[in-house]
């Protein structure tokens, strides 16, 4: 759907600033597939938020290109216009984002921009705030909002766009554990739509969990493409870019590794799969009973 073929970019010039002269990326090729979830690791500085940029038009390579179904990325007003119609942004900071007056409006911008009539774009409306479970907050005032809400606020104003790929930077950072699962599950009904989402994040659990591919990026550039399994079970990778194993991998490894746990084949993603890996298996009550029996004795 996107495809990406060596495209560099380098902070200086109008961008300036602390950025000036650093080649942000270098030689990034990359594919992502219709209807999957990427999720896109890698340290501070490794070139992923300047990578998700590049995706809508709101940076342009210093060289390489960018296809989009096929057709080269030109950076006309009107080449652009469409290619925001299809890939929309939620930025890290839902600040940036949100500019108007109540949530009702600041989500009806970009679908009357499109030009739609007034009933198309109250439909729209309605259905992000809806979506987002924000329709209670659809007259609010958006300085009134508290941080969750104004992230679900400015998810609502890029689904009110009904573009066909979503790319997140950095989206469930600072969310409270309940705005947090809110996210997920509204990504999660996006990609039952068929929607293609490319989440960054340094949340190697929610990448484990979450992802149909994941990208790690280091240095401006591509260090591994894989699915989660594959990634996170490539140490060298994992120690080379900075990045932690995810929890429910790590336990099921180690308690495979001593002994502790029968491998049966179905490596577990998310914590209750783990559990129930644990209730299940013999070999590990045998190994729980016996260290409760130890335990026992030792109290005596």
Not at 43 to 50: E, I, L, Q, S, W
Not at 115 to 139: N, P, W
Request: charged share 25%; proline share 3%.
């Amino acid at each position: 759907m996107i495809e990406t073929k060596g495209i560099t970019f380098k902070y200086d010039g109008i961008y300036g600033g602390k950025y000036g002269g650093v080649m942000a990326l270098n030689d990034v090729s990359l594919r992502i597939e219709r209807g999957l979830r990427y999720a896109l690791l890698g340290a501070n500085g490794a070139g992923k938020t300047t990578f998700l940029l590049h995706l809508n038009g709101i940076l342009r390579p210093l060289s390489g290109k960018i296809f989009y179904d096929g057709v080269e990325v030109t950076y006309g007003r009107k080449a652009l216009y469409d290619l925001r119609r299809r890939v929309g942004v939620v930025f890290q900071d839902p600040e940036v984002q949100l500019f108007s007056a109540t949530v009702a409006e600041d989500v009806s911008f970009g679908p009357m921009n499109l030009g739609l009539s007034h009933d198309e774009v109250k439909r729209r409306v309605e259905d992000s705030l809806k979506a987002c479970g924000i329709y209670e907050l659809k007259d609010r005032a958006v300085h009134f909002l508290s941080h969750g809400e104004k992230k679900l606020a400015a998810i609502a104003g890029v689904i009110a766009m009904e573009p066909q790929v979503i790319v997140l930077d950095e989206p469930v950072t600072g969310l409270d554990h309940i705005h947090r699962e809110k996210v997920i599950d509204i990504f999660s009904g996006l990609h039952g739509k068929g929607v293609t989402l490319i989440m960054s994040t340094h949340d190697t659990d929610l990448a484990y969990e979450w992802a149909d591919r994941v990208i790690v990026m280091n240095n401006g550039g591509v260090a591994g493409v894989g699915t989660p399994l594959e990634i996170f079970s490539d140490e060298k990778l994992l120690r080379s870019s900075a990045i932690y194993k995810p929890v429910v991998l790590d336990i099921y490894e180690r308690l495979i590794g001593r002994g502790l746990l029968k491998n049966k084949g179905d490596i577990p993603r998310v914590r209750d799969d783990l559990i129930r890996c644990l209730e299940g298996d013999t070999a590990f009550s045998r190994s729980t009973e016996a260290a409760n029996g130890r335990q026992i004795e030792f109290n005596r």
